[in-house]
């Protein structure tokens, strides 16, 4: 089997380090593993394969060689680093919102569109969090019944934000004085409606994201979205109530059965012993849950839902590494 060199840029922050785990629990043939990061986290090593790997300094020169380059350091590191990459011949899977919109960019989500794969340029983008738990739950739906609307509320856990995010909710949980805000607000014990920043007409870069991003994905401008995106006191997991319209009839027996079918998806739905997807049982798995299936009654084709998933793992690493896998098969089909 073909093996390929693999760089990780943002080696030390949460997503990287879950990108590497990730890399290694899926077996991705890593002829050799290149770790990537600030300064400041340069010097650091990191197991891989049992293997201690040095984490580098990121330079314009740090991409030789490589085959693979996963990005997950933010939008500034990508837009001036990830052109470097691919000048120096690797494939660039960026975990940040730099290049999603670009029209010569595809936004990838395997279990929904693995078929924009092969319209990249150089730059394949990995989706924002909430929108890639959401579309693979939404993609089978739109393609029996048709969606016309959709009306997300999301329940953020807090690691999307990293590190610095995870030590203020446990320094305020443990009541420590002059905890670092990462947060605008407390976070502990508190819901705040902002994730990211404000941008025009009163919403939030990521309610933004999650409209434009599920058109992009799917493939279809007609669908309509609307987004509320809240951060909750929760660690590792993202919730998400989604109303959906359809423009066909549908019956609810059969919303189960193909729900139960999809993969990448589980069906946690047995209201009876209060049984429905939570967050606790998302962390460290790949799937994407879903549960409390019901009617909306007020309106003609209404459906509700409920939604979760790892977010550092379907919403951000899992989903990189799995874009990476179809990539090599695509390339490996094309020249056989
Ligand atoms: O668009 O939970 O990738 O703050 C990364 C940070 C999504 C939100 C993105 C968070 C954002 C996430």
Request: overall charge positive; some cysteine; hydrophobic content about 40%.
């Amino acid at each position: 089997m073909k093996q390929y060199n693999v760089a990780v840029v943002g080696a030390t922050g949460l997503v990287g380090r879950k990108m590497i785990q990730v890399l290694e629990e899926r077996k991705f043939p890593v002829a050799k593993l290149r770790l990537l990061a600030s300064a400041k986290s340069a010097g650091t090593t990191i197991v891989f394969n049992g293997q201690p790997v040095d984490v580098n300094k990121l330079t314009k020169n740090s991409f030789k060689g490589i085959d693979i380059a996963l990005f997950s350091a933010g939008g500034a590191i990508s837009k001036e680093f990830a052109p470097h990459a691919v000048k120096a011949g690797a494939l660039v899977i960026d975990n940040s919102s730099a290049w999603r919109m670009e029209p010569d960019v595809p936004l990838v989500v395997p279990e929904v569109n693995p078929q924009d794969i092969f319209k990249n340029k150089g730059i394949i983008a990995n989706p924002n969090c909430s929108t890639i738990q959401m579309v693979v739950v939404l993609k089978p739906l739109h393609d029996k019944w048709k969606i016309k609307r959709v009306v997300v509320s999301t329940y953020q856990g807090i690691t999307g934000a990293g590190k610095k995010a995870v030590d203020q909710l446990e320094g305020e949980l443990a009541k420590k004085t002059n905890v670092e805000k990462k947060f605008p607000h407390q976070i502990a014990y508190n819901v705040l409606p902002q994730i990211d920043v404000f941008v025009d007409g009163g919403y939030t870069k990521e309610e933004i994201k999650m409209v434009n991003e599920t058109k992009k994905i799917m493939g279809d401008d007609s669908i309509e979205v609307t987004a509320t995106c809240a951060r909750v006191p929760v660690k590792g997991g993202h919730s998400e109530s989604v109303n959906v319209e359809f423009e066909k009839q549908f019956k609810i027996e059969d919303v189960f059965d193909l729900l139960r079918k999809v993969p990448g998806v589980t069906l946690l739905d047995d209201v009876a012993k209060s049984i429905y997807p939570m967050p606790i049982w998302s962390q460290e798995k790949d799937d994407v849950f879903v549960g409390r299936i019901r009617r909306d009654e007020t309106i003609a084709n209404g459906l509700n839902l409920w939604i979760v998933s790892d977010n550092l793992r379907k919403g951000a690493a899992t989903n990189a590494v799995q874009i990476a896998e179809e990539w090599i098969k695509q390339v490996k089909n094309q020249s056989a």
